[in-house]
């Protein structure tokens, strides 16, 4: 057996799976941000959610503390996701694109 593989289940002939099925990464220009609102688990309060936005943990708390400082309302980045306190879909929808980010509504 090559040293490059990589030993997955074996009874001596049994099932093995070499390292070039290894998933491939996704190019963050094609992924696309969604948005929604949500009261569900807040207490009846509205929030809108942002997720699936492209880049790391360190772009997600830069993208959402410019867009709390642009709406002026508070919110939260955690479990890769922007949380911002109030009803903002659209404006949020228009501030991602001005950004050059493909943004779009999600349920209802």
């Given at each position: 057996?090559?040293?490059?593989?990589?030993?997955?289940?074996?009874t001596?002939?049994?099932r093995i799976r070499s390292d070039?099925?290894?998933?491939?990464?996704?190019?963050p220009d094609d992924s696309v941000c969604r948005v929604r609102r949500?009261?569900?688990g807040r207490g009846g309060k509205e929030a809108?959610?942002?997720?699936?936005?492209?880049?790391?943990?360190?772009?997600?708390?830069?993208?959402?503390?410019a867009i709390k400082q642009r709406l002026g309302t508070g919110g939260s980045v955690k479990d890769g996701q922007i949380?911002?306190?109030?009803?903002?879909v659209e404006t949020i929808l228009s501030f991602l694109k001005d950004k050059g980010f493909q943004a779009k509504k999600a349920g209802g």
């Open positions: 057996m090559p040293k490059e593989t990589r030993l997955v289940y074996s001596e002939s049994g070039s099925d290894v998933t491939h990464a996704v190019n949500e009261t569900k809108t959610v942002i997720w699936d936005v492209p880049g790391g943990e360190v772009e997600l708390k830069s993208l959402g503390k949380v911002i306190q109030g009803d903002h």
